[in-house]
């Protein structure tokens, strides 16, 4: 039955759409850009200050001699690590937490009639977190390990009913296109927000303040974006979602823990739904290495400035606003699955010519990071919506957690096999060309799901192209 598109579900997808707007500048600045250079400077600056030269190990190297304040030690909960470490360890633990929290969250959320409160509770414990990173000053680099963990948990826990609110806003035959359109604002407005603080970033000077200062500023106000456009966002978002019981107060927060525990076990019964989520979890561990790696591959390998770097990656961000709804409309023709095969084709082709760029060959570069940008939010944006047909009826936000906690929980794999290539090799492009064995993978494994199959066994029905 076809649904007409009023005034009313454009509104109610417009405030979709801002959320994801909102929220994008805490991965784009936050955690891509500023959070990875600062906190590693803070500690390194921390470690410097207790550096002594009586036998202290903080800043020798394995000679004894005095070492360089990359390799200084810091200390938290009684583990000592260099200082340069601390951003690979606070991811880690990051996700760790995420892995915790987010299943307990998206059963909850599907058993209370307040999905509404419940991600703006969480949108909010973010902002705040993420603007509260502004007092991460000196060498206080442990407020920032906490400031940083707590916003973690309320991005992931606000995406988990997030994603879930698709299913009620959007029929099966609209979803690819809320979606996609979702994703490339998302994309647009973490771009906008970053060429923002760039520019404030690198011009602090004329703004009479310190580096220091201008990056604390720069999380402030992603902390502040995020919130300012969430209020809107979710007072427009309708509470459509019918939960399958109205218990209130410790009883949800028993009831979550409980469904929690149903759901993994009767995921079984839709063993159609888990390969295509397994199959997701294989190349989106492909794409999030490559964004996390290409500036990395650009200074080591290629030996480009920070001002190229810069300027890939707002191309890739303003470029994923095009991808995304280029993929909506390439998915509203020939259907979701067989424009997500054709995505993964193309990221293999772009880390093919990423792997044969020359040094000192900046547009080469730039070429790489269109290339990527175009096919970033798409690929993204139509498995969310894909996944979302195949969830049984009233178990969205479940079923969404698992999505996010599988997405965080494989996502050190792809970092792993590229620092051990790069390590045997002795080279970066060894270890980009590696990542294609993810695309490859994710192809194979899409291709063989039948996902009419799968959304009929979750008792819904299927979209007319797919």
């Known amino acids: 039955m076809t649904v007409a598109v009023t005034r009313e579900r454009k509104r109610v997808w417009r405030a979709w759409y801002l959320y994801d707007w909102a929220n994008s500048p805490f991965y784009s600045s936050v955690i891509t850009v500023f959070g990875a250079l600062y906190l590693s400077e803070i500690a390194s600056a921390d470690a410097k200050a207790n550096f002594t030269l009586n036998g202290d190990r903080a800043c020798t190297d394995s000679s004894g001699a005095s070492s360089t304040l990359q390799s200084c030690d810091v200390s938290l909960f009684g583990l000592q690590f260099p200082a340069g470490s601390l951003w690979g360890y606070l991811l880690s633990v990051a996700t760790v937490t995420q892995v915790l929290v987010l299943p307990i969250a998206g059963a909850i959320a599907d058993r209370s009639r307040h999905k509404r409160r419940i991600l703006g509770g969480f949108a909010f414990l973010g902002a705040a977190a993420s603007a509260l990173m502004f007092f991460i000053a000196g060498t206080d680099w442990e407020v920032g390990v906490w400031t940083f963990i707590l916003a973690n948990i309320g991005y992931g826990g606000a ?13 099966p035959d609209e979803r690819d296109a809320v979606s996609s359109k979702g994703w490339a604002f998302g994309y647009l407005g973490g771009g906008l927000a970053l060429a923002l603080q760039l520019g404030f970033f690198l011009g602090h000077e004329a703004f009479g303040v310190s580096e220091s200062l201008a990056v604390r500023i720069c999380f402030l106000t992603s902390g502040i974006w995020w919130a300012v456009f ?48 397994g199959s997701y979890l294989v190349f989106t561990d492909g794409i999030t290495t490559v964004v996390a790696v290409s500036a990395q591959y650009g200074k080591d390998e290629l030996k480009y400035s920070t001002q190229v770097l810069i300027v890939t990656i707002l191309v890739i961000q303003f470029l994923a606003y095009a991808g995304a709804m280029i993929h909506g409309a390439i998915a509203a023709r020939i259907g ?131």
């Open 159 to 171: 995406l988990v009913v997030y994603y879930s609110f698709l299913v009620d806003i959007a029929e």
């Open 230 to 277: 969430t209020f809107p966002a979710v007072r427009a978002l309708p509470q459509t979602h019918v939960p399958k019981s109205s218990e209130r107060g410790l009883s949800v927060l028993t009831a979550g823990f409980k469904e929690l525990k149903r759901t993994i076990k009767d995921a079984r019964a839709y063993p159609l739904t888990l390969a295509f989520l």
């Open 336 to 466: 979701a699955k067989k424009t997500i095969l054709g995505s993964l084709v193309a990221w293999v082709a772009v880390l093919c010519f990423a792997f044969f760029i020359e040094a000192g060959q900046p547009l080469q570069f730039y070429a790489v990071a269109v290339g990527i940008g175009l096919v970033l939010g798409g690929t993204n944006a139509l498995s969310r919506s894909l996944f979302g047909q195949m969830i049984p009826e009233g178990k969205d936000a479940q079923y969404f957690s698992l999505y996010v906690v599988g997405e965080r929980g494989t996502s050190w794999l792809g970092p792993l096999l590229f620092a051990a290539v790069g390590q045997i090799t002795g080279s970066f492009r060894y270890a980009i060309i590696a990542l294609v064995i993810f695309f490859v993978l994710g192809f194979v494994f899409v291709w063989l799901v039948p996902v009419r199959r799968a959304i009929e066994a979750a008792g819904n029905r299927p979209p007319a192209v797919l």
